[in-house]
């Protein structure tokens, strides 16, 4: 197949098919709809052509590989995640963009590995250039508060670095045992040695009892806490 240029996924639609549903927005809405039901190994070329209605060979004329797929959904996905660099409150902003990234892993948890752990894989200037746009969307916000680019960059890592482990984290199965009324036994945790595990099975009732909403509040409150921290101390803004 042939490899998908830098910072593309999908081909947009050249115009001369008009309404032909072979479109990128068709497409991906429907590989989308594949992984949201049945997850990333649901997805194929067999499965999308017959849910378009159509010979999957005619698709890779729009998508030469299943790899072109995956990065256009997360395009899609992210596409949803804006960033206002005019905001005046730099930290407001970055709060909302924070919940909408968590909205979104919540929406779509099968498309989570595509969005978390899928770059890691591939060289920042070699991704979709719709993943770069919140990047470029928080570099412009910060900088234009007065943070250095550098700064910007280290604040934005630190943010979505804490977004990462927290979706993921979220939407881990903990229960083992549903049943159970016991949290140690629901949880599994009765199997840890008492000696070599005695903190982790007394956290037992608040483990079984997580809030990934109050988890993900407590987390952005010490982000920016520890954030504000520094800037008060003279580090991370160039000016005021």
């Not at 960033?83 to 409150?89: H, S």
Request: hydrophobic share 40%.
């Amino acid at each position: 197949m042939p490899k998908v240029p830098a910072g593309r996924s999908i081909g947009s639609d050249d115009g001369r098919s008009g309404g032909n549903i072979r479109t990128r927005e068709l497409i991906l809405a429907s590989a989308l709809a594949i992984i949201d039901r049945d997850g990333v190994e649901g997805l194929s070329m067999r499965r999308l052509g017959k849910a378009l209605g159509r010979d999957p060979m005619t698709l890779y004329r729009h998508a030469p590989n299943k790899a072109a797929l995956l990065d256009g959904v997360a395009e899609i996905v992210l596409e949803q995640l804006s960033v206002d660099p005019r905001d005046g409150d730099w930290e407001d902003q970055l709060r909302t963009v924070a919940k909408d990234f968590r909205r979104l892993a919540l929406d779509h948890p099968h498309v989570v590995p595509l969005l978390v752990i899928r770059p890691l894989a591939t060289p920042l200037a070699l991704r979709p250039l719709g993943t770069l746009r919140p990047l470029e969307g928080v570099l412009t916000l910060l900088t234009r508060a007065g943070f250095s680019a550098a700064d910007a960059l280290h604040v934005y890592r630190a943010l979505f670095g804490f977004l990462h482990g927290h979706v993921l984290d979220e939407l881990q199965e903990l229960v083992e045992r549903p049943e159970e009324s016991d949290d140690l036994l629901r949880l599994g945790l009765h199997r840890l040695p008492v000696d070599e595990f005695p903190l982790l099975r007394r956290l037992a009732p608040i483990l079984a009892s997580y809030d990934g909403a109050a988890e993900f509040e407590r987390g952005l409150d010490l982000f920016f806490s520890g954030l504000r921290a520094t800037l008060d101390s003279g580090d991370g803004r160039t000016s005021g």
